[in-house]
DNA sequence: GCTTGACCTCAAGTTGACTTGAATTCGTAG
DNA sequence: CTACGAATTCAAGTCAACTTGAGGTCAAGC
């Protein structure tokens, strides 16, 4: 099975060398071996970097992803925690159809301030209600621009 | 029309009063006039926070909220800039969606180790395409816990 | 008229997720 | 065998979005 070093892998999954560094220095990613100094990872690593970046996507922490895997990549929860998160995803796609429907209205709604149309109110409201039903979730920082240089 | 202080904008939407002389800070929201040293608020103040915590839920930045309403909260975007929001958002569920698949089929495949699961590769692949379709998407940074110790 | 508590300002600190830079080390192609 | 380019380490820097702390100011109630 053929290793792949870190320029490989940053070119087949738009990851940046010193993000893939930094998942491994944090244990989310490990590297195999060494050839020289540099790191061989599995191919393996691949899909699990898809996996990290879909749990990004969703709103999780990197800790929040590292809990989720064991550091081998293998998912490690139980499945009724899996299905809880799954559950979590749900409400969150629900706002954001709230929030999608509510643009929709505005771009349509003739009405001069939207903040005085009903319509606007209602789904705001909706929305909102929404959130406010679970707390409290943690959306991770800002990442922009792939492309090292 | 009955003005706010602070402390009762805070109640009201569960944000902290030093985020909310932050978000002034940075021109998001208004205060109308001061009572003593104390910012008065008037009650729209509450639905433009609305609207606020909802881009953020939905991945914008206060920047790119910031720009997408004018300083008095009106919502200042040309109809087919809020449609294209929309329909950025509406990809961003699109990939929930598919993350949510995947997690759901995780919790029910009796398969031992996902990464070998055909169907877990499918969803996966399928959520990964999404996602590089459109090349870069900012989620803003974390937030935990409301209510000031 | 004085205390109290909610508010104020301003600077500095925090967190998560990386990036950047400088100085160094390899393995391979020529 | 030497130069090159890709990789290495480590410390420090960056960015967004706030929070925290110190020290100060009010207005209202007793």
Redesign the pocket.
């Known amino acids: 099975m053929k290793r792949l ?4 892998v940053a070119a087949a999954t738009g990851i ?4 893939l ?3 491994e220095e944090i244990g989310l990613i490990a590297s195999v071996s060494r ?5 061989q990872f599995e191919p393996r690593v691949l899909l699990q970097l898809k996996l990290i970046a879909l749990g ?1 996507m969703a709103g999780f ?3 929040d992803i590292a809990g989720m895997f064991g550091s081998d990549g293998v998912p490690a929860l139980s499945r009724p925690l899996i299905r809880q998160k799954a559950d979590e995803i749900e409400q969150q796609i629900g706002e954001l159809t709230a929030l999608r429907d509510t643009l929709r209205h505005v771009a349509d709604c003739p009405a001069p301030s939207h903040l005085e149309c009903p319509t606007f109110r209602r789904l705001l409201d909706a929305a909102v209600r929404r959130e406010t039903a679970r707390t409290s979730r943690r959306v ?4 922009r621009g792939q492309g ?2």
Chains 1, 2 share one sequence.
Do not use: N, V
Not at 16 to 19: D, F, I, Q, V
């Open positions: 070093d870190i320029g490989e940046r060398p010193s993000a560094r930094y998942y050839h020289g100094l540099r790191r990004r922490s990197l800790d991770p920082a800002g990442s090292e240089a």
